[in-house]
């Protein structure tokens, strides 16, 4: 993916919650391909709460680096797979749910999503870029996050349990994209998915 650095004027007014989630200011970019973003999206469902969750938009606001989840769905499935060759019985379950399940936890830390905004990840959305595209994005650093939010009833025994947005990748990088300013509305029609993990 190709990044062309943007004046601030380019972009759009980001008010203190999506402010809160970039561990630093965030700069406005053009972004073109090839490459894509990958944006994770939860279906409809209860959480263990009773707390009905709506499902997520295809087009919402924050999305990650498509090449980087390709590269970690390679990983997570050739570690597993060597796993697999050492024991002297193969998984119970299906390679592709254990690959999904590997992918969900891994990601959640990397990410910082906090676990009420859902427990498990369903599904994700890509948005493939080409050469001469110009998504305006703001990227930054992903914010060190609390494993559940404030509003949650889990928070006050939790809140010193961080997610932290680094790996063994480094600091996660997130792509907050506004679909609504005139340079990226036509941009949702090249949302594909939701695929499952």
Do not use: C
Not at 33 to 52: A, D, E, M
Not at 67 to 95: C, H, I, T, V
């Amino acid at each position: 993916m190709n990044k062309t650095l943007l004046s601030k004027d380019k972009g759009w007014a980001i008010d203190g919650n999506q402010q809160s989630t970039f561990g630093g200011e965030p700069s406005f970019y053009s972004l073109s391909g090839p490459g894509s973003l990958v944006r994770l999206v939860q279906i409809g469902k209860t959480n263990y709460y009773g707390l009905q969750l709506e499902p997520s938009h295809r087009d919402g606001a924050f999305w990650f680096d498509g090449d980087f989840f390709q590269r970690l769905s390679r990983d997570a499935r050739e570690d597993l797979l060597r796993q697999q060759a050492g024991n002297k019985q193969p998984f119970s379950r299906p390679l592709n749910d254990l690959v999904g399940n590997y992918l969900r936890h891994w990601l959640r830390n990397y990410l910082a999503v906090s676990y009420d905004w859902t427990m498990d990840f369903d599904a994700y959305v890509r948005l493939r870029l080409e050469p001469g595209d110009a998504l305006v994005a703001a990227v930054g650093p992903v914010a060190e996050q609390s494993a559940y939010s404030p509003q949650d009833p889990s928070y006050a025994a939790t809140k010193n349990i961080k997610l932290t947005g680094k790996g063994i990748h480094g600091q996660a990088i997130q792509y907050m994209v506004n679909f609504r300013i005139p340079a990226n509305t036509r941009f949702t029609q090249r949302i594909h998915g939701p695929f499952l993990f």
